[in-house]
């Protein structure tokens, strides 16, 4: 089964498994150990067990062999005590640098603000400077109000036995004004014990799942429960560890504004602060564009049930639930869009040239694909102009090889998107931003694993479409381009609706009223 035919089975069996894996969840959850589990996190890059369901029958249907479960156990354990030695040294290699944490005075008892978010070696050392692209003008706002806070900072995003980097990368944020705490400053000898015990529970109680009874999924869950086993990192259980321990920072009230995407460690960092019993206030932060198919982003009730759901639930635009349980849903804002509310080109330069724009991901698979096609498809098409803007995780490797006569271009995805009426990417939230600029997008699915389609089934086939082969990408692209000859005020309107229903300008009025500050 193979292109859009398989994209609407996985589209439709979602719904099934989520109520499936709620049931699990339900069963599972009064215990962190199990939190950890990347079949039950419902995330698609940890488990392939949507794809196993959808496609049925094979090795999904027979009970993994105990040799097979043997094996798995075996490099687990083998994993995760190198995962263990490597933290040991990331904690020696912290002690060696300058960042520690220092409350504001007289803030040990006073109330605070802890902000979860990526800390990336690969971003803040080229830098040189602490680089978060997902909360904006945040950190002015509460410096202004003299509002204390803290970033919680796990540091990640480079080699393990990069050391050095490390340490540089450490220091850098040691010199930076804003506050920072580590793990390895909350974490006591008695959480590295917990750590190691959980090392040696896990497995076992994995396969305690095996004989649980769930539902007519059974089959495919419990392969896939052995065939995820050994790719669990102890790492993750951190998380928990440290969440109990976030009253060290303070004795008041905490607010915690977590960048949100309903991953493990966000569950387990949940679950450590309310089964500690701190006094705080968790706010999901999830001021980006979701996938249908990443079912993650939309939590289930039953996460909630043992505390690994916030407080409040922020979206980028408009939410489309106000409650679940105890969860509050409310429109949050957009920083990383916030370009789009001071773009012009709806408006002034909706007519552009018919050059070809390719947007790549992060993906270098999926940005293979759409290369092949837009290159099948210029050879079909002599003298079509095409420009092509890599991902900025690929500007330096460069990855990639594709025709000489295309231009590469760097500039950001505002200005292209205003020189082009066509836009071609294998999924990512730029489609939709290139819409809302007044594009019309072309997503080029994936056979292997999950299409990322941002886009609304509004405005298909009007303003985008999903395409998953050559002949699928000519006739898009030249009805596409049909739409645009003939309603381009339609396209106009589709850009106007598109930005209001999934964006919300960030302005300082509306942080301060989100997280009352």
């Not at 709620?22 to 392939?48: E, F, G, Q």
């Not at 109000?145 to 490390?166: A, E």
């Not at 102890?234 to 504004?257: A, D, E, F, P």
């Not at 509310?341 to 724009?357: G, N, P, S, Y």
Request: a neutral charge.
């Amino acid at each position: 089964m193979k292109g859009e035919k398989l994209y609407d089975r996985l589209v439709q069996f979602s719904e099934r498994l989520d109520q499936y894996l709620a049931r699990v969840i339900a069963a599972s959850y009064k215990d962190p150990d199990l939190v950890c589990n990347p079949v039950t996190s419902r995330v698609p890059d940890a488990t392939s067990l949507l794809f196993r369901v959808v496609q049925g029958g094979g090795e999904a249907d027979q009970a993994p062999s105990r040799m097979r479960q043997f094996a798995k156990v075996l490099t687990f354990f083998v994993k995760n005590t190198g995962y263990f030695i490597v933290m040991l040294v990331h904690a020696l290699v912290f002690r060696l640098s300058h960042l520690r944490f220092s409350p504001a005075p007289g803030n040990r008892t006073g109330d605070l603000i802890v902000i979860s978010t990526f800390t990336m070696i690969d971003r803040i050392y080229p830098a040189g400077r602490f680089v978060d692209g997902y909360f904006g003008d945040l950190y002015e706002i509460l410096a202004s109000r003299k509002h204390p806070h803290v970033v919680l900072c796990f540091l990640f995003g480079d080699r393990p036995w990069r050391l050095i980097r490390r340490l540089k990368t450490y220091n850098i944020l040691a010199k930076d004004p804003r506050r920072f705490v580590t793990e390895f400053e909350l974490l006591t000898p008695w959480d590295w014990l917990e750590l190691l015990g959980f090392i040696f529970r896990y497995p076992f109680k994995v396969l305690g799942l095996l004989h649980r009874q769930f539902g007519d999924y059974d089959p495919a869950f419990r392969h896939e429960l052995v065939a995820t086993l050994d790719l669990v990192q102890c790492q993750n259980y951190l998380r928990y560890l440290v969440g109990r321990r976030l009253n060290r920072l303070t004795s008041g009230k905490i607010k915690v504004l977590s960048w949100y995407e309903n991953q493990v460690t966000d569950k387990l960092l949940f679950m450590g602060i309310r089964d500690a019993g701190i006094n705080a206030l968790i706010y999901g932060c999830q001021f980006f564009i979701k996938c249908p198919l990443y079912a993650n982003l939309n939590p289930l009730a039953a996460e909630g049930e043992y505390g690994a759901l916030p407080d409040v639930i922020l979206t980028s635009g408009r939410p489309e639930r106000h409650e679940q349980g105890q969860v509050v849903f409310k429109q949050g804002i957009s920083p990383r869009y916030n370009y789009l509310f001071t773009a012009t080109q709806i408006e002034e330069k909706v007519r552009r040239t018919d050059r070809l724009l390719v947007l790549l991901t992060y993906d270098i698979e999926e940005s293979r694909k759409v290369i092949d096609l837009v290159a099948q498809y210029q050879a079909c098409n002599p003298g079509k102009a095409v420009s092509i803007k890599l991902h900025p995780n690929h500007m330096l490797g460069r990855p990639f090889s594709y025709p000489d006569d295309w231009q590469t271009v760097e500039e950001s995805v505002a200005e292209l998107c205003g020189q082009v009426e066509l836009v071609v990417t294998s999924g990512s939230s730029a489609a939709l931003e290139a819409a809302v600029l007044g594009c019309s997008v072309v997503i080029v699915g994936n056979d292997n694993k999950l299409t990322i389609n941002v886009m609304p089934e509004l405005g298909r086939r009007q303003v985008w479409d999903l395409v998953f082969d050559l002949a699928g990408l000519e006739k898009a692209l030249d009805a596409l381009s049909l739409q645009r000859r003939d309603h381009l005020e339609d396209i106009k309107a589709f850009a106007r609706r598109y930005l209001e229903m999934f964006f919300t300008e960030a302005t300082e009025e509306r942080y301060v009223r989100l997280f009352d500050l």
